[in-house]
């Protein structure tokens, strides 16, 4: 197996990016000092793209968890799965540490999540422009933490995505009392 490697610095933002034989790709782009690991499946084809960010169980997995997933997608279809920040363990991430909010209810530390949730919007973003793909043809999911991350991000954000597709996930509190969730009445849901 053959690997390329290649840094670049591009508008303030560094990206390490290795490719393989399988035209698997494995970036890590660095946002305001801050990195953010991930896999991405680039686009083929001509027709026009769809991005797909797809974030792993947020305890003991990483970025490598979802993405045989893109085999199974069209080729049009840009497939990202990024890697939690919080290390675990080796090879193990999560994207916060589990915490009870102020009422008892099932939450997320908020320091992690505000992290988290910064994080994988400023790649959102970045690939969004990178590939030249519009909010209406983007999409997020996970599966447990990464399901919750994408319910975060797509219902406080409702403008950056225009679908969350959830496996084994719930909403947190303090999503639903937030009056941002009036503006979501647009996104699709799976």
């Known amino acids: 197996m053959s690997i390329c490697l290649l840094f670049i610095c591009c508008n303030g933002k560094n990206k390490k990016t290795e490719t393989t034989e399988n035209n698997t790709i ?20 001509a027709e026009k793209p769809v991005l797909i960010i797809l974030m792993h169980n947020g305890y003991g997995a990483n970025e490598e968890d979802l993405f045989l997933i893109a085999a199974s997608l069209p080729e049009n279809y840009i497939v990202v799965t990024p890697q939690a920040p919080h290390k675990i363990g080796n090879k193990n991430y999560q994207w916060y540490k589990n915490q009870k ?35 209406d043809r983007t999409f997020i999911g996970g599966f447990s933490q990464g399901a919750n991350m994408s319910y975060l991000i797509g219902l406080e954000n409702p403008r950056l995505v225009k679908g969350i597709a959830i496996l084994s996930g719930t909403i947190f509190s303090r999503i639903k009392d937030n009056k941002k969730l009036d503006k979501s009445s647009d996104l699709k849901f799976l």
């Open 26 to 45: 494995k970036e890590s782009t660095v946002i305001e000092n801050d990195s953010l690991n991930y896999l991405i499946r680039d686009v083929k084809g």
């Open 101 to 135: 909010d102020k009422n008892g209810n099932f939450g997320g530390r908020k320091e992690d999540l505000d992290k988290s949730t910064r994080k994988v919007e400023d790649l959102i973003k970045y690939l969004q422009k990178k590939y030249n793909v519009k909010s």
